[in-house]
Nanobody, 121 residues
Framework: QVGLVESGGGLVQPGGSLRLSCAAS????????MGWYRQAPGLQRELVAT???????TIADSVKGRFTISRDNAKNTVFLQMNSLKPEDTTVYYC???????????????WGQGTQVTVSS
């Protein structure tokens, strides 16, 4: 079981940037595929980005060209760099371990508290 703590959210103006961090503890982080999801009130959770143990990444079409995902295995941390933020990016962001099979990602384990991102002028 891996413990995850998200941080880095906040209030930012449209066009601004934020870098979210997800610190993992309690297990061997480097052997896990990881993902960032977001969920707006009343909507389903959306997969935003994933990074495999190989370093290969996927980015959702809705944020492609603006968001990037990376990981630092030495620090047991996965990052989500968010640039050119839009008001519609406003929601809570979660990181979680994911399984990967036949190009499908499935969250594994328990969801954390997430970190709130608010894009507003």
């Amino acid at each position: 079981q891996v413990g995850l703590v998200e941080s880095g959210g906040g209030l930012v103006q449209p066009g601004g940037s934020l870098r979210l961090s997800c610190a993992a503890s309690g297990s061997i982080f480097s052997v896990y595929h990881m993902g960032w999801y977001r969920q707006a009130p009343g909507l389903q959770r959306e997969l935003v980005a994933t990074i495999l143990t190989t370093g290969s990444t996927t980015i959702a079409d809705s944020v492609k060209g603006r968001f990037t995902i990376s990981r630092d295995n030495a620090k047991n941390t996965v990052f989500l760099q968010m640039n050119s933020l839009k008001p519609e990016d406003t929601t809570v962001y979660y990181c979680i371990r994911v399984s990967y099979f036949r190009n499908n990602f499935t969250p594994v384990g328990s969801w954390g508290q997430g970190t709130q991102v608010t894009v507003s002028s």
